[in-house]
């Protein structure tokens, strides 16, 4: 961390030169990788700039982009010719006008090592709601600061709501270095103090760069202007992280999400069952458990349209046939026979509240786990995470005090009662049992979401199991007992 | 059981089409296992036939579970609808076409003297799509092709009106899709969001996918308006003022002939394509969509009355 080139890294890049764009006319036919990435920053700290010159430097920004964004720039009263790389990124009629990013924002670039799926979060407007959509899918969290303030209260934010999420990777891109003179200790200043941050937070793998995303030093090329810093610039580092996980470490959670029954004269008995391995690898031959129901049996095909495979990785979508005639459907689990896998209908976790509709206890709502919908009962919020103080406050009992306006959408607090863009820790009851691994874990099965029945709309995304709001807040040893669960039977 | 197969070697390392076609294939399946009626939009563009192959993959050795609809503005390449019809029946699909020429004679939708069919093509479309109670439209829309859809998601819920909100839009996390909506609303699916032009070009490569001829080199009496090479066609042809030559040419997208414009190219076949697209300066909606000209808001304006 800090000013030393992250040696984890430089083992898994054999060559440590930047590659950008492929030469003329060869073509890897797109047989590098994939990382998906997240970007965490206001414009204010240069955000849109530094995306604009990774767009740019790449060359993925193609002429008329970039002439409707100088058409743009210049009909805003833009000054001097300089291209409001921002306006590359606002998608939106009133983000434009109003000069703000109201939505998530997809951006895709490649360099001959990899292609890149950006997503671009604002830093301002609903960041809790954007940030957790961007970061739940994201390998690496791009945190922006401007090297003249430092880390901020929004920087602090950022990094809690990655860490929440199990982002592996965090690049602390520290900016405009230009404006403090390329000062190597004002640099360690604010990559320690975020180094000691991310230690409270147990976020792993952070790397800091110095930057300055509008001059292009360390983006892509390495600056003459840092010779104090012998890291990774930041595309290296883009570069250079892991995408792929060790399948064979992880174990196999495959979600059932279709049924293939063709009933033709080619395929007339012919049954199996459609998924994404969503962690680990499923081989033929496999000793498998079916959750919930807990049968087992073995795997004898793992087909696909080019021909059956002897084992799948995630995150390869495949369709899997059985030795025994079971009765598996769409939300079923399939996960290694030998595993003890938790399984029952009481979750705790946190959420993120998504929506204006304040959270009111006792609402019956639908469950999203992996590819089962199941009804449930929200029993109760019993604490809340303040992620600009990384304080938690805790409720005692259970909640059935108070009747919530569900109407009420202002932001003070109410009591026992998430609105939107709080994260609290919940307790639903559900109507039939469910894998619950911990998203701590198990960051591709863990999550869910809280739908309204009604209209279908996502009220909140949840982890399940501890989270950083319960390393923040370490339970109390006379609130571990959990017998009113038990105990309060619905 | 009967089938049995043959067994071939493990593969490890997912490269990037990989991903990608693991996503969509994912995501096809999420619509058929939670929705009702899905449809495919079937335009004989080389978006909705990647998304077409994508589906067969999903599904087999299962047929499609869906039919395919074809938005048909009246104004078509012949080689277009000769490949939809040809696909249509080789893979046993059912087919349903929405229009534009009967809205118009139904008196539904009013053609604009001189304008494109293409903004006409929301009317017929969501009559369609109440006609046949779709809850599920799989369009071939990229995040990449224009900055309103870099912002849609994979599942885009709309009203009973067919109207897109992006102010309203729900968040999407991991791979938790949510289709759900009330009656009468439906949710549009996007399965290529996340690929890009070129994604798109190396995947029809690397599967061995046909495409009708109008995307590679051929000679074309074509005449210029808008900066495009139009060519004459049922929708109308060159005015007096405006000279026709004969050239080389290819289509980098597929739409109404109206609003549809060649571009100059030698590439003969896809390894040609794909070395011309990674050279390209302009991308394929600035280069051949006089639709999308007409201001920095025309595709947000059109998604927002229920275009695709």
């Given amino acids: ?53 990774l767009l740019y430097d790449t060359k993925s920004v193609l002429a008329d982009q970039l002439s409707a964004v100088e058409r743009a720039t210049a ?28 939505d998530v924002a997809y951006r895709y670039f490649s360099t001959a090592r990899r292609a890149f799926v950006l997503a671009d979060t604002p830093g301002h407007v609903q960041y809790t709601r954007n940030m957790v959509t961007g970061a739940s899918t994201a390998e690496l969290a791009i945190v922006l600061v401007d090297a003249r303030k430092g880390v ?55 790397h800091a760069v110095p930057l300055s995303a509008l001059a292009g030093d360390n983006v892509v090329d390495r600056s003459v202007r840092t010779p104090w810093y012998d890291g990774p610039t930041l595309l290296e580092l883009l570069e250079a992280v892991p995408v792929t996980r060790d399948a064979s470490s ?43 129901s807990g049968r087992t049996s073995r795997v004898v095909g793992l087909d696909t349209f080019d021909g059956p ?112 863009n709080a994260i609290g820790r919940v307790r639903l009851r559900l109507a039939e049992p469910v894998v619950l691994d911990d998203y701590a874990t198990h960051r591709r099965t863990g999550g ?37 669960l038990a105990g309060a039977g619905i | ?57 999903a599904f087999w050795p299962a047929p499609v579970p869906f039919p395919v609809m074809h938005v048909d503005t009246g104004h078509n390449f012949p080689e277009v609808i000769e490949y939809r019809d040809r696909t249509v029946t080789e893979l046993g699909l059912r087919l349903v076409v929405a229009s534009v020429q009967e809205a118009i004679d139904d008196g539904r939708v009013v053609e604009r003297p001189g304008g494109s069919r293409n903004p006409l093509q929301t009317v017929p479309l969501l009559d369609a799509i109440t006609a046949h109670r779709f809850d599920a439209v799989f369009g071939g829309g990229r995040r990449d092709e224009e900055k309103a859809r870099a912002k849609e998601r994979m599942f885009s819920l709309r009203d009973e009106f067919g109207q897109w909100d992006p102010r309203r839009q729900r968040p999407e996390l991991w791979d938790l899709y949510n289709g759900r909506h009330r009656p009468g609303e439906h949710v549009r699916v996007f399965p290529l969001s996340n690929w890009t032009e070129l994604d798109v070009w190396r995947y029809v490569e690397r599967e061995g996918i046909e495409l009708p001829g109008i995307y590679f080199t051929h000679e074309r009496d074509v005449f210029a308006r808008d900066g495009m090479w139009l060519t004459a066609g049922t929708w109308g042809g060159p005015r007096p003022d405006e000279h026709v030559e004969r050239r080389r040419v290819r289509y980098r997208t597929v739409g109404d002939m109206s609003c549809t414009g060649a571009v100059d190219s030698t590439a003969a076949d896809v390894a040609d394509v794909i070395a011309e697209v990674a050279a390209s300066r302009l991308t394929e909606r600035g280069a051949t969509r006089a639709d999308d000209r007409a201001s920095e808001a025309a595709m947000e304006d059109r998604k927002r009355e229920g275009y695709f």
């Fill in chain 2, 1 to 57: 059981m009967t089938t049995t197969f043959p067994v071939t070697t493990t593969t490890t390392r997912l490269t990037q089409l990989d991903a990608l076609e693991s996503e969509a294939v994912h995501v096809m399946r999420e619509v058929a296992g939670e929705l009702e009626r899905p449809v495919l939009l079937f335009s004989g563009g080389k978006d909705s036939i990647v998304m077409l192959h994508l589906a067969r993959k």
């Fill in chain 1, 75 to 102: 009909a805003r009263g833009g000054d001097d010719g300089v291209v409001d790389l921002a306006l590359l990124t606002d998608g939106l009629r009133a983000e434009r006008e109003q000069g703000i990013t109201i």
């Fill in chain 1, 309 to 420: 495979l002897d084992a799948a990785d995630a995150p390869r979508s495949v369709t899997v046939r059985l030795a025994d005639d079971l009765d598996v459907a769409r939300g079923d689990v399939l996960v290694p026979a030998a595993e003890q896998v938790p399984t029952g209908q009481d979750l705790v976790g946190t959420v993120c509240w998504l929506t204006e509709r304040r959270s009111v206890a006792g609402a019956r709502v639908l469950v999203r786990v992996g590819t089962r919908t199941v009804r449930g009962l929200l029993r109760d919020v019993d604490a809340r995470l303040d992620v600009d103080t990384l304080t938690v406050e805790q409720w005692d009992g259970v909640d059935t005090r108070y009747t919530i306006d569900a109407t009420d959408t202002s932001t003070q607090a109410a009591p026992r009662s998430l609105g939107l």
């Fill in chain 1, 152 to 206: 901020l209260e929004q920087t602090r934010r950022h990094a809690a709501l990655t860490a929440l999420l199990g982002v592996p990777h965090v690049v602390l891109a520290v900016n405009k270095m230009d404006l403090v003179g390329f000062d190597a200790a004002t640099f360690r200043t604010i990559a320690e103090e975020f180094a000691d941050y991310a230690r409270v937070l147990g976020q792993p793998g952070v």
């Fill in chain 1, 448 to 484: 869910f979401l809280v739908v309204d029945p009604a209209d279908g709309s996502t009220l909140a995304a949840g982890l399940i199991g501890p989270t950083l709001l319960d390393r923040l807040a370490p339970v109390r040893a006379d609130e571990r007992d959990d017998d009113w």
């Fill in chain 1, 1 to 53: 961390m800090g000013t030393h080139a992250p040696t984890g890294l430089v083992e898994t890049a054999p060559s440590a030169s930047p590659a950008t764009t492929p030469p003329a006319g060869v073509d890897d036919h797109g047989q590098r990788d994939l990382l998906r990435l997240a970007t965490a920053g206001s414009v204010d700290d240069g955000k849109s700039t530094l995306i604009g010159r």
């Fill in chain 1, 250 to 292: 992880e174990p196999l959670r495959l979600p059932v999400q279709y049924v293939i029954r063709p009933r033709t004269p080619e395929h007339p008995d012919y049954r199996g069952y459609a998924g994404k391995v969503a962690s680990g690898v499923v081989r033929v031959g496999d000793e498998l458990r079916v959750l919930p």
